[in-house]
């Protein structure tokens, strides 16, 4: 009897510890996927006054802001940027000018980033998405086709997916994703290990979505670091397999995943060379 007592507690306990793993996986998962940050307090009257608009709109997850910043040609192309995880909008904003001074560009935040309300997750970043692009609609005094006709989608790492999502609901032809990853089940797998990294309930799926725009005619170009030690190279040569004709890989060499803009200047102005020829 005591045997058997003995034997139950050493079996309880790994499993107690399983199961209490698995919770708090679930229930703070948020915490440890996104890293939402706040704007001091200067920093978007200083957009202003380099000649940027402030867009606020309203979601169901409450009142969110976007930044656009006008091209030399008011009917010209334009461009979506979605940030990286622990990334603001504005901080891109200096970055564009080297990448497509000729286009406008149209800067994201997610919810809870920035002075946004609410709490991110696919769904709802999808929304901020859609309703940026309505708010920018309305400030030109156009249609929202007239927009999305236009426009082209520019993403980094979790902002690769919120890109891809943009462009497969959105309908856009043009998509340029820098470190982007397959899943973020796989990314968790790498983090938290197999089977807890199945806890995701924030399913992003580039292969997916990828898939879906190289499927209607889109075209995709993608920069990623070979020694990118967060997103590894192989998760963009995955994507870009999936659709060879449409997609264009570019691979910077001893570049990893946060020092990209830095170090592969070169790569990025030649990808938007590329990607804004008709």
Same mark, same amino acid.
């Given at each position: 009897?005591?045997?058997?007592r003995l034997?139950?507690?050493?079996?309880?306990?790994? !499993?107690l510890?399983?199961?209490v793993?698995?919770?708090?996986?679930?229930?703070?998962?948020?915490?440890?996927?996104?890293?939402?940050?706040?704007?001091g307090?200067?920093?978007?009257?200083?957009?202003?006054?380099?000649?940027?608009?402030?867009?606020?709109?309203?979601?169901?997850h409450?009142?969110?802001?976007a930044f656009?910043l006008p091209?030399?040609?008011?009917?010209?192309?334009?461009?979506?940027?979605?940030p990286g995880n622990?990334?603001?909008?504005?901080?891109v904003?200096?970055e564009?000018?080297?990448?497509?001074?000729?286009a406008?560009?149209?800067?994201?935040?997610?919810?809870?980033?920035? /002075?946004?309300a609410g709490?991110?997750?696919?769904?709802?970043?999808?929304?901020?998405?859609?309703?940026?692009?309505?708010?920018l609609?309305?400030?030109?005094?156009v249609?929202k086709?007239?927009?999305?006709g236009? !426009?082209?989608?520019? /993403?980094?790492?979790?902002?690769?997916?919120?890109?891809l999502?943009?462009?497969?609901? !959105?309908?856009?032809?043009r998509?340029?994703?820098?470190?982007?990853?397959?899943t973020?089940?796989?990314?968790?797998?790498?983090?938290?290990?197999?089977?807890?990294?199945?806890?995701?309930?924030?399913?992003?799926?580039?292969?997916?979505?990828?898939?879906a725009?190289?499927?209607r005619?889109?075209?995709?170009?993608i920069?990623?670091?070979v020694?990118d030690?967060?997103?590894?190279?192989?998760?963009?040569?995955?994507?870009?397999?999936?659709?060879?004709?449409?997609?264009?890989?570019?691979?910077?060499e001893?570049?990893?995943?946060?020092?990209l803009w830095?170090?592969?200047?070169?790569?990025?102005?030649?990808v938007?060379?590329?990607?804004?020829?008709?």
């Amino acid at each position: 009897m005591v045997f058997i007592r003995l034997l139950l507690r050493v079996v309880r306990t790994p !499993l107690l510890v399983a199961v209490v793993v698995s919770v708090m996986l679930l229930v703070g998962q948020s915490r440890l996927i996104y890293f939402p940050r706040k704007y001091g307090s200067a920093e978007s009257e200083a957009f202003v006054a380099g000649g940027g608009v402030v867009l606020a709109y309203d979601t169901d997850h409450g009142r969110q802001r976007a930044f656009f910043l006008p091209g030399p040609d008011p009917g010209g192309r334009l461009w979506l940027f979605c940030p990286g995880n622990a990334m603001l909008a504005l901080e891109v904003a200096d970055e564009t000018w080297h990448w497509d001074s000729g286009a406008g560009w149209l800067l994201i935040d997610y919810p809870g980033y920035g /002075g946004n309300a609410g709490k991110p997750n696919p769904a709802r970043i999808a929304a901020n998405v859609t309703g940026a692009v309505q708010a920018l609609a309305a400030h030109l005094g156009v249609s929202k086709q007239a927009v999305t006709g236009r !426009l082209g989608a520019v /993403g980094q790492s979790l902002g690769a997916a919120a890109a891809l999502t943009a462009a497969e609901s !959105l309908g856009l032809q043009r998509v340029v994703l820098l470190s982007p990853f397959t899943t973020l089940t796989e990314v968790g797998r790498r983090t938290v290990g197999w089977p807890l990294c199945h806890l995701n309930l924030h399913r992003f799926d580039n292969r997916r979505s990828l898939s879906a725009v190289a499927a209607r005619g889109g075209r995709v170009w993608i920069v990623h670091g070979v020694d990118d030690a967060i997103v590894p190279i192989r998760m963009a040569r995955e994507l870009a397999a999936l659709a060879p004709a449409a997609v264009r890989l570019r691979e910077a060499e001893g570049v990893g995943h946060n020092d990209l803009w830095e170090m592969a200047q070169g790569e990025l102005q030649r990808v938007f060379r590329e990607a804004r020829a008709p």
